[in-house]
C-alpha cells in the first residue's frame, strides 16, 4: 500500500511485511526546521534503521526473534522544510491513513524533532500521554512560534490528554507553573526511579501514548541530539519501567525522537535502534490487545 504523503527511505534490517498483516508499522518524520541548538534530526530516521544493521533480530531477554514478526515500514513523510504546522497536518492524515488500512497496528514513529510527536497523539487520541523528556515542553510558545519543539507537551495537554513526564531537569518557571495549574505530574532525573515511574503512572487511564525524547538518556549516552543535558538517565531504568507500562496498560503507540547525527554508526542512533528493538520485542512479549 502506498501513502500520499510518504516516501521509501533505508529499511531496517527486519523482514518487512505489508501494511494489511502488520502488527507494528514504523514511520520516520525527519523534520528539525524549529532546532534551537544542534541540528541534524532530519536524518534521525535513516541513521536509526541503519542502525539496527548492527543489531541481533533475537532479543535475550525475551526469547522473541523480531525476524518472526510482522513489522512493516512505510518510510519517511514527506515534511515541508521550515514549517512545523503543515507537516504535523500531513503526519496526522498518514497515521490517519495507516490506521484505516490496519486498525490493529502499532504505529511507531521515528524522528525527527519532538514537535512531530503531536501528529500520531492528534490522530490517535489516547487518553494518556507518558513522556521520556530532558525538557518539559510546556512552553506556549518558543522563538515566537507555538509549534516549536518545546511547546509540544502544551499542545498536547490542550487535547486533553493526561500527561506525564520523566527525566526532567530543564525548565522555566511558567512552564512549572503551567504543569500546576493542569495537574500536569513530572518527575526530575534526580527523583527519578522505577518504583516512582510506577506510582505515577499505575492510575492512568488507557490507552497510553508513549514517547521518548533521546535527550531524556545522559548526554554521554546520546551526545548527537538538539538540545543535549548533562544528568540524565540509564538505558536499564528506562527499559525497565516501558516493561512495566507495557504489561499493566494498553499502548496505541509509541515514538523515538530528537535522534540527530551526521554519520553511519552514531552512537546515539544507535540506542535509539536498540530502544526501537526493544519496545517491539517487549510489546510482543508483554502488550496488552
Not at 80 to 109: D, F, S, Y
Request: net charge negative; proline share 5%.
Amino acid at each position: 500500500m502506498e501513502f500520499f504523503y510518504t516516501y521509501k527511505s533505508i529499511e531496517t534490517a527486519l523482514p518487512l511485511v505489508d501494511v494489511e498483516n502488520a502488527k507494528f508499522a514504523i514511520l520516520g518524520i525527519p523534520f528539525d526546521g524549529t532546532t534551537s541548538y544542534k541540528p541534524g534530526a532530519r536524518f534521525g530516521p535513516t541513521l536509526i534503521r541503519q542502525g539496527t544493521v548492527n543489531l541481533e533480530s533475537y532479543i535475550l531477554d525475551y526469547d522473541i526473534d523480531l525476524a518472526e514478526l510482522n513489522i512493516a515500514d512505510i518510510g519517511d513523510l514527506e515534511v515541508v522544510a521550515g514549517n512545523p504546522l503543515q507537516t504535523v497536518k500531513m503526519g496526522i492524515e498518514t497515521i490517519r491513513e495507516l490506521k484505516e488500512a490496519n486498525p490493529n497496528v502499532i504505529p511507531i514513529i521515528l524522528g525527527g524533532e519532538h514537535s512531530m510527536t503531536y501528529a500520531p497523539v492528534k490522530a490517535l487520541m489516547p487518553k494518556s500521554y507518558v513522556v521520556f523528556d530532558a525538557h518539559l515542553d510546556l512552553r506556549d510558545e518558543y522563538e515566537s512560534n507555538p509549534w516549536n519543539h518545546a511547546c509540544v507537551a502544551r499542545r498536547i495537554s490542550e487535547l486533553g490528554v493526561e500527561i506525564a513526564e520523566f527525566g526532567i531537569r530543564s525548565g522555566i518557571r511558567e512552564e512549572v507553573e503551567y504543569a500546576k495549574e493542569k495537574g500536569i505530574t513530572w518527575v526530575h532525573a534526580r527523583e527519578y526511579s522505577v518504583e516512582r515511574f510506577k506510582e505515577v503512572v499505575k492510575d492512568l487511564p488507557e490507552p497510553v501514548y508513549v514517547s521518548i525524547d533521546i535527550d531524556a538518556f545522559d548526554l554521554s549516552m546520546v551526545p548527537s541530539t538538539g538540545t543535549p543535558e548533562a544528568g540524565g538517565l540509564r538505558f536499564w531504568e528506562v527499559i525497565e519501567a516501558l516493561e512495566w507500562l507495557v504489561k499493566n496498560k494498553r499502548i496505541v503507540g509509541f515514538d523515538i525522537m530528537e535522534v540527530a547525527g551526521m554519520e553511519i554508526g552514531d552512537v546515539t542512533a544507535l540506542t535509539g535502534a536498540k530502544l526501537l528493538f526493544y519496545f517491539i520485542g517487549m510489546m510482543e512479549k508483554f502488550g496488552k490487545p
